[in-house]
DNA sequence: TTGAAAGCGCTAACAC
DNA sequence: GTGTTAGCGCTTTCAA
């Protein structure tokens, strides 16, 4: 059994108030003599207050929920240290959710999440493609929750809270772009899963960037996978049926499967096909032939995350909500070539 | 704010007690007829319970906390992902702590943790060679959490709970041997943390295959990394300046970064030096040239620990400590050679 | 079958 | 400066 307030309270000879107070970091009108004894009492049996308590009176707790979808991707656990590291540091903790693509389900997590007595929450999440009903729903549910949201997109949700977005749409337009300038004309696109927002945003880079240059867009050279390294590899022989020079690959993880999939066809990179990712995840560097990648500041993105959301938690006036924009970077390496 | 029970209690005309137990999966004497109503005022207020509250009284939450060094490893996050879905499939979230290497903090993040009125713990990282004394602090203050700990390496804890072990020793020996019997004879090693058990046991493994084959073994040949990619990108110049003919590099993270140093210095893979790694992560598979690794079956740990926890939490009777282990399996491709 | 009441550990008025 | 008390939302005896 842990020890409570109320053994501290017998053992020192003076009322739990006074020992909730003496421990507590605000300042009180607590003697320094009681205080200190107060304090060496609850060291000496080692006095953890019991969060449930806490919660239920502060109606606040030190967790705060996080959502994402895939943690395999190195692009998001990097993010999720980098807020891990930050927020813990204050005293809190992510309680984690995964959760798979499916709006009907959102909500009942969001059930559940809303239950756990958290004082903020982190939607990391792609965005999907939603019906204005299930908008309204998810937003309904969000709002319920009472604590400032940070979500990695443009949600469009109602409370407190930051979208932390990133132009994916010019990380699409530079990738092309790239491509382009060394002379593609016949550019694949592994795009993807559709119905993601992030998707579409990378889709319209990559069509401006076609239009810029004059060359039309031909949807038969867009294939659409998952975001894993197993659906680069499936949908390379595709592409490559195609007769594409260059493909623009929407995640590093994809621009792997493909690089794999080469492999196994005999099909070199860059000097048969072209390919540029998207992420930048270290890995990307160690290939035998460095993938060119648009790069996304991660480091900077979680601390900002972490950051934000104390600021949310421990400020108490109402900040309304924001949107915070990141830009892309191209880092030219060894997987794309002229022609 | 939340509706609470006291709310439906009002609505339905019932009391707060009769409220609970209607809603309360247990078998309860309350009338069909109150329960249907009761149920049915929740649902129309889409009540859920306060969890600090249900906590407090119950000395229990739907909280597992999990401690581990670095989800950026894919082996870990692997990991994590698997557990998270057992566990959320009966209603239970992840309370995240991660931590460097240091005894000291880890017993201040244990009394972080026992605050958390977490059901159980799952200590996912890495065992280090701790003095008796931090052994004993680190058992008194996990003994003082009063709940079962799952650990992924012999920790020897007085809790109830399971040690999920797995046999790095044989690891390294058949990692050491493959390389033997592909003719190498001087063969390095890039090991990772020294102060880790796990380094240790694979080193015992490594040795154990030179001895048998009567080479005598060089501590010459072994360099000590941190795990990372970059380590063993780092390591690399010195261990080839020792002219050896093949590498065991202790996880594949520090293989990779062994590939890009190579790439960077020239050197050939796997005619001029063989490597083989350890974890199986899926990038393994995505080089030009795969990397023969040692495979550890992640997923099926992943759902054990999972299904072991919760067996943990609902069975009421204790079940005191066991051992489960788990054994390596060589995977060979491309990245070693015959001499 | 249902209700009243106590209590989980803690905080914050309010009283002394 | 310190103690008394109410109450956070819920579960669980014990009475009715």
Redesign the pocket.
């Known amino acids: 059994?842990q020890v409570?307030?109320?053994d501290i309270a017998r053992e020192c000879?003076?009322?739990?108030?006074?020992v909730?107070?003496a421990?507590?970091s605000?300042k009180?009108?607590?003697?320094e003599?009681?205080k200190a004894k107060v304090i060496e009492v609850a060291r000496k049996y080692n006095y953890q207050?019991?969060n449930a308590?806490?919660s239920?009176?502060?109606?606040k707790s030190k967790l705060i929920g996080i959502v994402f979808n895939d943690l395999r991707n190195t692009h998001i656990s990097s993010l999720f240290m980098e807020i891990n590291n930050v927020v813990e540091k204050r005293g809190y903790s992510l309680v984690c959710h995964i959760i798979e693509d499916d709006g009907a389900v959102e909500c009942d997590l969001l059930r559940n999440v809303g239950a756990g007595n958290i004082s903020a929450l982190i939607w990391a999440k792609s965005l999907e493609k939603y019906t204005n009903e299930e908008k309204k729903k998810l937003n309904d549910a969000i709002l319920q929750l009472d604590v400032p949201v940070m979500t990695m997109d443009n949600y469009g949700f109602a409370c407190e809270g930051t979208d932390v977005v990133f132009d994916y749409r010019q990380g699409g337009y530079i990738a092309t772009k790239h491509l382009i300038d060394y002379g593609h004309r016949r550019i694949g696109c592994v795009a993807g899963k559709k119905n993601y927002q992030v998707t579409q945003e990378r889709l319209e880079g990559y069509k401006m960037a076609l239009q810029e240059a004059g060359i039309s867009y031909d949807e038969k050279l867009v294939v659409y996978g998952d975001y894993t390294m197993n659906s680069g590899y499936m949908l390379f022989s595709y592409i490559m049926g195609k007769k594409v020079t260059a493909i623009f690959s929407m995640n590093d993880e994809m621009a792997f499967g493909i690089y794999r999939a080469a492999r196994m066809y005999g099909v070199s990179i860059p000097e048969e096909v072209s390919v540029v990712g998207f992420d930048n995840v270290p890995f990307a560097d160690v290939m035998q032939v460095p993938l060119t990648t648009i790069g996304i500041p991660v480091e900077e993105i979680g601390k900002y995350i972490g950051e934000r959301t104390m600021e949310l938690i421990e400020c108490t006036e109402k900040k309304g909500r924001n949107v915070r924009e990141y830009k892309p970077q191209l880092l030219l390496r060894g997987s794309t070539r002229k022609i």
């Open positions: 059994m409570t307030i109320k000879g003076v009322s739990v108030a006074t909730s107070m421990l507590s605000k009180t009108r607590v003697s003599k009681t207050p019991n308590a806490v239920l009176v502060n109606k």
